[in-house]
């Protein structure tokens, strides 16, 4: 009865630890798949000044980062409220007390090299070496060495032809798979992946004015014909003006977004069960 206590107190053990992983392993899986990375960013163009700033952040401000330009590009990694410099501060800490503790002991380490240095300058090379390079010797001497031959001119004419014949070849074979039924599929299909993609990542708030204007109206007014293409992207919020008779270039803007793992998983998951993609890549895997 005591013997199998214990191992029901083992099993009951092995038991918690398991739940324990699992816990942390779906914890941590939850977080990427489902704690979002959250960016924002301001910006400001004066005719006399450029000045912008963009931070993102994970875990709830958890793990952060923030880049600024101001007469100079900065950068500043927190993690926990807890900046990288800090960090390298408490660690080289902990290094000093430990090279001081560890000093005597280096110091007969150096003792004993030089010691050694001594020796093989007394004797001018160690028995190791010595041997060594004998054997390198009777190696030499048994295995001589065969000089390379050398290629004529129509060998190397009749190699530059069949690299030549190879590589159009290939063009030949990738012609044919751009120009395939599935080719066009996959196209299709990764234009709506794609469209997805930036549909997903865009800032969900943007606000901000440009004012820009060129010396040729015509080509202001071209800029501006490109610009109005991407107003679904940019939406009412963010305002354009054009100055058709001077040259100019001012503006602030800001923007926030998020971008979740969870839509990455998936899209994973639809690149795999893509089966006329997966195609695609093995015939030019084996080109």
């Known amino acids: 009865m005591a013997v199998l206590h214990i191992l029901l107190g083992i099993l009951k053990i092995a038991g918690i630890l398991l739940a324990v992983l699992l816990g942390l392993l779906l914890l941590i899986l939850s977080c990427v798949l489902f704690c979002p990375v959250v960016y924002q960013g301001v910006g400001e163009k004066n005719q006399d000044s450029l000045k912008g700033s963009l931070k993102i952040s994970w875990l709830f401000r958890g793990i952060s980062l923030k880049v600024w330009y101001e007469e100079g590009t900065h950068y500043s990694v927190r993690i926990c409220g807890i900046s990288t410099e800090q960090f390298k501060r408490i660690f080289k800490r902990r290094a000093g007390k430990k090279t001081e503790k560890k000093q005597p002991k280096e110091l007969t380490a150096v003792q004993e090299n030089s010691g050694e240095a001594k020796k093989r300058e007394y004797t001018g090379q160690s028995p190791r070496e010595a041997i060594q390079k ?70 969900k708030k943007l606000q901000g004015n440009i004012r820009f204007g060129l010396e040729d109206p015509c080509l202001t007014g071209e800029i501006l014909a490109v610009a109005g293409v991407f107003y679904p992207l940019y939406g009412e919020y963010f305002t354009i003006e054009p100055f058709f008779e001077e040259q100019i270039l001012e503006g602030e803007i800001s923007f926030r977004g998020r971008i979740y793992g969870i839509y990455f998983a998936f899209l994973a998951w639809r690149i795999f069960q893509n089966r006329e993609l997966r195609f695609i890549i093995k015939k030019f895997k084996y080109l």
């Open 134 to 203: 004998e054997a390198e010797k009777a190696e030499e001497q048994a295995y001589p060495k065969e000089k390379p031959k050398r290629k004529g001119i129509g060998q190397s004419f009749a190699d530059f032809r069949l690299t030549i014949e190879k590589i159009c070849d290939k063009i030949k074979k990738v012609k044919k798979i751009l120009k395939s039924e599935q080719m066009k599929r996959t196209k299709t299909w990764m234009l709506k992946e794609i469209k997805s993609l930036i549909f997903h990542i865009k800032p």
